[in-house]
């Protein structure tokens, strides 16, 4: 444990000193000495970002249901308490025991967001962890890694002992019952590396060397022990409807990103847009049955007191029976004032019956998101909604007295134009027409209209993995256009800093040449990446300069479809020839059709997984 003195000295001189305390309602602390293994669940941001992480609370429940194991949470420290604890000398500690992360038999980090990388090495360097793999011995902690970003594991491959491909819930115990094996006969790390590298969406990244072409493209990837496998397939859930959830849950004491229940309705998406990585890496769509949901919502909405329940998925409007759902939980909580909410709203899909039942509790803001400014461009990315759509949505939304709308969007999508981009802020202004055409009586609220923007970031798995991505100056160039012509005080417009987006690309399509840059960030103070506060633009192009890294390379660069990609040894179950038919079809805008309408052949139901599809 760590000194108590230090840190109470330290909590004295923080921001927010809940952050580190621990001992909120529903967490689980157990006696160190009792267990066999200890495992640290490391997510690399602020507290208050990781307790809105669905995938902390249901592997940390899951983890800790087994009496031989301890889960504990380790968050990245703000600066402040980071400063106090370097100058207290007190290491990076989980929550709930104040147990120094060097302590335990795996540090596991979640992997939501690229721009988080520096803040893994942050966090291993404040918990007396040796960075690089290569450099731990038997008596190191595990380091190892999941989530979506893992799907490109190459760029913090030198970091990380092993990585999670796929559902984490699915492996996750099969894991700690082989360490506990090693542990007992004397662990050594190779040897348990060996035989988990074995098993179906486990990657060793040291198990494997890369050979690289003399134009800098990969031209192989090698393993160098017998044994281990070529290709990762994921990890899947089958049957979701039969998968562990947690029934209770973790509430902080602080305001945290998302302060409600989130109640997981299906996993996967049928609606194949283009730009979506999730929406690929995630299939096939699995769901949960009505009285499965009910049940589970009763349970959370009596152990954790929150007023909201969220139905989370990719699409939650899809969900074959969200009418039911939303119908039951609303006349069981109704009188409790609990509402429901639905994250955001597919225009083409939005339910006026469902809109009816949620407002029976309150009206919370609307978010839609066309994504795109003009019908051509949605088409490109295969978003399927028109504009009719939103016209419908939104009238019926202000006639029934909403009047905060948001809309997001996305800029630097492939083919766009400056019509295209314009098409952003006629669609804001068509909005506040609607609001404005309705008869006075007819209007509640205060006008409030806000259009989102992000720069395109071209991601692994997707039919634009393939795209060079905007550069900086023409993100700029469209984003500047925008704010020239945005001139409406009903109407706010937010964007995306174009540098940070311009690093995700770089992050989200690199080799495993780019540990040597991450580190050297890190070097120069470099973390917290993804808040414009902390970002440091200059000081990563100084690290791409001082490793000799081209990041245009990975950012900018139009890749050819027989391009040997850093992540093709990944299996996801979708056949890279749907992706580059899809590409072929964005060209020509081309629409493809929703997957429940009949099968467009992604590879999913005849892959590794069984036919689940």
């Not at 952050?19 to 941001?45: Q, T």
């Not at 918990?127 to 893992?150: E, H, T």
């Not at 302060?259 to 049928?270: A, K, M, S, V, W």
Request: proline share 4%.
């Amino acid at each position: 444990m760590i000194d108590k003195i230090s840190f109470d000295r330290a909590l004295k001189r923080v921001e927010k000193p809940a952050r580190y305390i621990g001992m909120e309602k529903n967490s689980i602390k157990k006696d160190l000495e009792k267990v066999d293994i200890k495992f640290a669940f490391c997510f690399p941001d602020v507290y208050e970002v990781g307790m809105s992480h669905l995938g902390l609370h249901i592997l940390y429940n899951l983890l800790n249901n087994e009496g031989y194991i301890a889960c504990e949470r380790v968050f990245a420290p703000w600066a402040d308490m980071e400063n106090e604890m370097r100058k207290e000398g007190i290491p990076l500690f989980s929550l709930e025991n104040k147990e120094p992360i060097r302590n335990f038999d795996f540090v596991g980090f979640t992997l939501q967001y690229e721009m988080s990388y520096t803040n893994i090495i942050n966090m291993l360097d404040l918990g007396n962890i040796p960075v690089y793999s290569k450099d731990r011995k038997d008596s190191d902690p595990l380091v190892i890694a999941g989530g979506p970003c893992a799907y490109n594991p190459e760029p913090i491959a030198d970091f990380i002992d092993f990585f999670v491909i796929g559902e984490a819930e699915e492996i996750i115990l099969d894991i700690m019952k082989i360490y506990r094996e090693h542990k007992s006969n004397g662990f050594k790390r190779l040897e348990f590396l060996k035989e988990i590298s074995r098993l179906e969406g486990i990657y060793v990244p040291q198990f494997y060397d890369v050979f690289y072409k003399e134009d800098n493209t990969i031209d192989r990837m090698e393993p160098i022990f017998d044994g281990v496998p070529r290709v990762i397939n994921k990890r899947i859930i089958k049957e979701l409807d039969k998968s562990y959830y947690p029934d209770k849950l973790i509430v902080p004491f602080i305001e945290t990103v998302h302060d409600r229940i989130p109640l997981e309705i299906f996993r996967g998406c049928t609606r194949g847009c283009r730009f979506c990585q999730a929406g690929m890496i995630y299939r096939p769509v699995r769901e949960k049955t009505v009285d499965t949901l009910v049940k589970l919502a009763e349970k959370l909405a009596d152990s954790t007191g929150y007023g909201d329940i969220s139905l989370t998925s990719l699409s939650s409007c899809d969900y074959s029976q969200l009418r039911l759902l939303v119908s039951k939980l609303i006349s069981k909580y109704k009188e409790k004032q609990v509402g429901v909410s639905l994250p955001s709203l597919r225009l083409d899909s939005f339910s006026l019956e469902i809109l009816k039942e949620i407002e029976k509790v309150r009206k919370t803001g609307l978010t839609f998101a066309p994504e795109a400014g003009s019908q051509r461009l949605r088409d490109v990315i295969n978003k399927g909604v028109t504009e009719k759509d939103l016209e419908t949505a939104v009238t019926y939304a202000f006639e029934e007295g909403w009047s905060t709308i948001k809309l997001y969007f996305m800029i630097g999508l492939p083919t766009e134009t400056k019509e295209d981009v314009l098409g952003i802020k006629d669609l804001g202004y068509k909005v506040k027409n609607i609001f404005f055409n309705l008869p006075k009586e007819k209007r509640k609220g205060n006008l409030k209209i806000t259009l989102s923007v992000s720069c395109f970031v071209p991601k692994p798995f997707t039919p634009f993995q393939w795209i060079g991505q905007n550069s900086i100056d023409e993100f700029y160039e469209k984003i500047n256009l925008l704010k020239k012509e945005i001139r409406d005080n009903k109407i706010t417009f937010n964007y995306h800093d174009p540098q940070i987006s311009y690093l995700e690309a770089v992050l989200a399509r690199g080799d495993r040449r780019l540990s040597k840059a991450l580190y050297k960030a890190w070097e120069l103070g470099c973390k917290f990446d993804g808040w414009s506060d902390f970002f440091d633009y200059e000081k990563w192009m100084e690290a791409f300069n001082k490793t000799g890294i081209d990041a245009d390379f990975y950012a900018l660069r139009e890749r050819k479809t027989d391009e040997v990609l850093p992540w093709d040894f990944i299996d996801t179950g979708v056949d890279k020839k749907y992706l580059i038919a899809e590409y072929e079809k964005a060209k020509n805008g081309t629409l493809t059709r929703d997957c429940r309408l009949g099968c467009n052949n992604c590879g999913i139901n005849r892959s590794f997984l069984g036919g689940v599809c």
